[in-house]
């Protein structure tokens, strides 16, 4: 069985997961980078992030032609960061249902579904997640649009002031972890391979990282307006998970759509991040079965997120990417340039 | 035995009437098989013999128009053969000459005649068909309240003659198929030529002549042995009882497949939301159409979740339900000794044991049920403090969202879908009924009918008449669907506007 994914599909399901990446990585899982200039860091990541898809689509575009150890390493470091990913998201997932009142069940317990969900998920095909991608977008649009109607009353505008947060250098600083999160996405937007004109590729992916910014920096706002200011700062994990699942104050039982939200949003996020490992481990020997590299590289994840501590230790990493992955990908292109001109 | 049945049918006929008719009396095993008739004639000299199976064939139109256009027939010259019976003797219109000797059985078995003619190495076949048949009458099992109302019926030719009156277009092909390797069966593939994509119509007629099997039992069969993937819960062809249904996806470039026996159809490829559309929809205005869709769309959803959610709220997130409705929860379950997962399967299995009794009870007595169902089960049930009133209503809802869904097949494997969701809901509440919805949104998604995605055109988007989870008014349906050929001539063109 051969990982495959069509371009619009990896398009669709990257869109879709960096909404929720920056969403979860913003609001909750960093509480450095969440604040009232939290939106603006989105909007400056998304421009950083730039050069990097742009570069990224050429790089698909001549995949075939890299020479072998450039692609090995540019798959290495895709394989190591989508399963950093996934097995992050393992433990966020975990830790959000075992707040949700199964905090009696032994972590396994709940790591196991979640990975024998994206097993099957991953199983069923690329395609089949890039058009889950595409019917999660509208739902998490419906959702979010019950959730604001909810609170509609309840949002105040005032806390949104001071508009730069905390000032520059945290705006700065979550702008770089939002080419981080975005960079570790993009993994999955390398594994197409439709013959795609170079133009419109870059067109559509650009169009895509718009609208993900976009969306992502408009549910920062809006969860902006929920709570004070002042109450944020040194809140724990499960405190932040908490007052964005308690949207706002709205009445407990209004509470619904926002928790299906969020367990979409991560499950989605789940899916994408363990197709984008397999498939990475797929292109790394292309005699291994798609169904074998799932399997490993979801048993990987699953592995890897018990031994995580809470978010703290990804802000690294996600900087780290944000220098690796660059840097694997000029390799690749000056290889590839080298070749050409031999 | 076989060897020898197996060499008999190989070749062609010989020139010798009293040959071919050993020949014929050894395939049928005449007369241990009484069905079989071998009626000898005579043409002004000339021995002629018709073989036909009594009750397949109708001996009306045999004995007038073969036996007594034979023997009331002109003279006929020393030496004749099977064109100049057609042309000069016989007085059906439907003949044919062959001179394989198994296409020759192939036609006796389906109700033809052969006509055999001494000194003439071949037959004539002649359309005698007239096998008992039931009449065209209302559909059982999409009845619709505005609308046409007649259904399928298990005889092929008059389905092919009803999709006919629904189409009366020159470009209305029917292509027929045998299918079957030992006992054959005639399938037909129809659709429109120039409307129906080339691909979708070379890939439904591959399939079904690379079918395998031995016999195949009706379109039930064929179903199962085209489709897609065998092992998903979700139907991934249509099927439908009503020719009209059947002619509105001929006109939006689906193809549908008929066989004998059959009183439906099967249209392909086919999307989710046209397991959701019903007749219906187009017959009444368009506020009404998307009204009683958005309606079925909600019976969906209810009929796979809500028992999920019930048992995830009830169990497991107590503080997201109203006090008020918590508080009436406890209350009505407060002398109900099992555990609600338990109660939940109790009344979803009495349900569909209640669904399929009254499925197969004579009509007679099939008030009986409604009494067993409504009294024992239901009030007897709470009276006994075997299960709470509250989840009566949880599955009496279930189920009528269940019913609410046209395709029969479809609401099955909801059901199946939904038990799921009961699973994981127990097992892990929202989070086990999150999961769940992942696992089947994703399923359904790699889901593919003849090749084409199960959910387009949403996943993948693809243009589409403003006809899909609502009915807009039928003015601005000016394209038939992505499925039909590109630059068909059924394109509107413009908005029709009234």
Redesign the interface.
Known sequence: MKLNISA??AR?AALAAIVARLFIGLTVDSPASFHNGAWVSVLLGGALSVPWLLGVDLLRQRFRACPGPARLLLMSVVLASSTMGAAATLAD?TRS?GY???DR?HPLA?LI??GL?AL??VW??G??????????A?LFGTLMLLVALLQLGRYRSQWLLPLLGSGWRDIVRGALQSTGHIMAISGILLLPDDAEAAEIGARRLLRMLVAAVCVAAALILLRLMMTPTMTRGQETWLKRLDSLLVNGRA???L??PM??AW??GL??LL?CECFTAAASFQRLSERLDGRLCAFLTVLASVVLSTTLSPAAGFEGFEAWLAVALPACAALALAAMREKKEA | MDTLQTSLLRGTLSAELSENERRFKALFKYPVNSDAQFRRTELSGHSLCAIYLEGMADDKKISEFVLRACAEGPDVPASIDARYLIENVLEIAQCECEDRVEAIVDAIVAGKTALLIDGCGEAVLLETRGYPARQVNRTTNESVVIGAQEGFVESLRTNMTLLRRYIPSRRLITETITVGKRVSSAAVLVYLDGVADERVIEEARGRLKRIDAPAVQGLGAIQQLIEDNPWSLVPQLMQTERPDRAASCLLEGQVVILADNSPCALAAPVTLFHQLHASDDSFSRWQYGTFLRLIRIAGMFISVFLPGLYIALTD??M????MSLLGSIAEARSNVPFPILVEILIMEFSFYLINEAGTRIPQQIGSALGIVGALILGQAAVSASIISPILIIIVAITGLGNYAIPDYSFGIGLVICRLFVIA?GA??????V??A???L???L??QRSLGY?Y?AP????RSHNPDLLLRLPIWTQCDPMYLARKGTWMRAGRKVRP
């Open positions: 619009s599909s669709a997932l249902s949700l009142s199964l069940c709940l579904p979640a969900a099957w998920c069923k095909g395609d089949a997640i890039g058009y889950g991608a595409m019917v999660w509208r009445p407990l039982y509470q619904l928790i299906a367990f979409g499950l989605h899916v | 497991y997130h503080h997201l339900l109203p994981s097992l892990l509440g929202l989070y086990g999150c999961l919805a992942s696992c949104l994703v399923s998604c790699g995605p959910l949403v996943a993948p988007k």
